[in-house]
């Protein structure tokens, strides 16, 4: 073989080998890779609250102010159909256990306020939520990846579950 067929395969080689690289890179930067765990302290945030769904919280709730409460972190929105399902058993779970330091905070993403009302009062919900404008919380601090997603973080702002589908009653209460 000539110094020249070889060099061509060789050229061959190298950009399938980029490409492959490229494309990769492509994969992994659009995976939640830096998405927090299980373990992970949760990221702070602070969600200016909806006006008539601040449940005693003024108008933002901060997460690193809840330490030494167990917090349901919901991201949510009003089209999505397991939210739906789901919505009315965080309800239930605020409403049991508020008084012993449980918070649910709702995060409505990819949404309008308008919408969003319409939702939580068809479902009566009484907790925390608000717009997360432009996914700084859901898409840059969580890495979600849709709706609805759930994280819940201990006492000690620890996440102790992350749930990328529906919850439904019986895992509420088994945490």
Known sequence: MGSRK?????????VILMGGLFATALVLASQPGNRPKVGDVAPDFSLNLYKDYQA????????SDLKGKVVIINFWASWCEPCRDEAPDLENVWRKYRDRGLVVIGIDELDTEAAAIR????FGISYPNGLDFQQRIGKNQYRITGQPETFIVDKT???RYVYIQPLNAQVLNDV
């Open 56 to 63: 005693g919280f003024g108008d933002t709730a901060k997460l």
């Open 119 to 122: 939702y939580l009062q068809s």
């Open 157 to 159: 702002g620890v996440i």
């Open 6 to 14: 070889l060099f061509l395969i060789a050229s061959a080689l190298v």
